[in-house]
């Protein structure tokens, strides 16, 4: 129940920059966030990515992957996980999607999306 909270509010914190439309600001966030030098040896990639999808269905508004993904990668650094969260795009139709890699592995996703989409960004 901690975890969920701790996610929750790693969404709200996410919530202004998200209105605003200010992707830089997301991105600076995720990337400013420092791992932890120690890993939690009783928490895994998953619970904590479990932690956040339970948060974003309590969640006050319809979360986005961008900011879904935002918080988990956060979070997972938080807890001492390497993480990465990838911006990437699809052309026809083109669409953007964002998810978390842990040492080049899927995390809050389906295991192919680096395959379906161009990798943009990396934090």
């Known amino acids: 129940m901690r975890m969920v909270c701790q996610a929750y509010y790693e969404l709200l914190s996410l919530e202004y920059p998200m209105f605003r ?8 966030k995720v990337r400013n966030t420092g791992v932890r030098s120690i890993q939690c040896q009783t ?20 979360v986005r992957c961008l900011q879904r993904s935002a918080a988990a990668a956060r979070l997972l650094k938080k807890f001492g996980f390497a993480a990465e969260m990838v911006i990437g795009v699809q052309q026809l139709p083109f669409v953007a999607h964002a998810w978390v890699e ?3 592995r899927v995390v809050n996703d389906k295991p192919y999306m680096a395959e379906i989409y161009s990798v943009l960004s990396r934090c």
């Open 102 to 104: 842990v040492a080049g």
């Open 21 to 28: 439309k200010n992707f830089s600001a997301i991105h600076e």
């Open 43 to 62: 928490t895994t990639e998953a619970q904590i990515c479990h932690a956040v999808e339970l948060a974003a269905a309590f969640y006050f508004k319809n």
